[in-house]
């Protein structure tokens, strides 16, 4: 389970960050997750508490947005919805495409105290 990783990937940059700020709780932590991430939303639930445990996060309040996928065809510059990395263009049924969005995993931003 690689988002186990991921959360303590999180953690790390969330001390980092608290440090700089001299801070020693983070309050609300908001999150960026594209679908197309190969983030599991769910294991990732599951591993957070672990990974939180005493750290700057651990009582912190957690916002995650989903972003959906977007993707551009390059053979007929049609915008469409990517719902996997697969699917092809709706409109010519091409499959080369830039990915425009749904690849993300960012910290929006922390509210620390």
Known sequence: ??????????????????RKAKA?????????????????????????PAAVKETVLEHAKRNIEVIDGKAKCL???QIYDL????????????YFKDIIQGKELRIKSLDIE
């Open 1 to 18: 389970m690689h988002e186990f990783s991921i959360a303590l990937g999180i953690v790390k940059i969330a001390e980092e960050e608290s």
């Open 24 to 48: 020693k709780t983070v309050k609300v932590i908001n999150l960026e997750i594209g679908t197309l991430s190969g983030i599991e939303l769910e294991a990732l639930e599951f591993a957070w």
């Open 75 to 77: 053979e007929c510059d």
């Open 83 to 94: 719902n996997d990395i697969y699917d092809a263009c709706p409109n010519c049924g091409g």
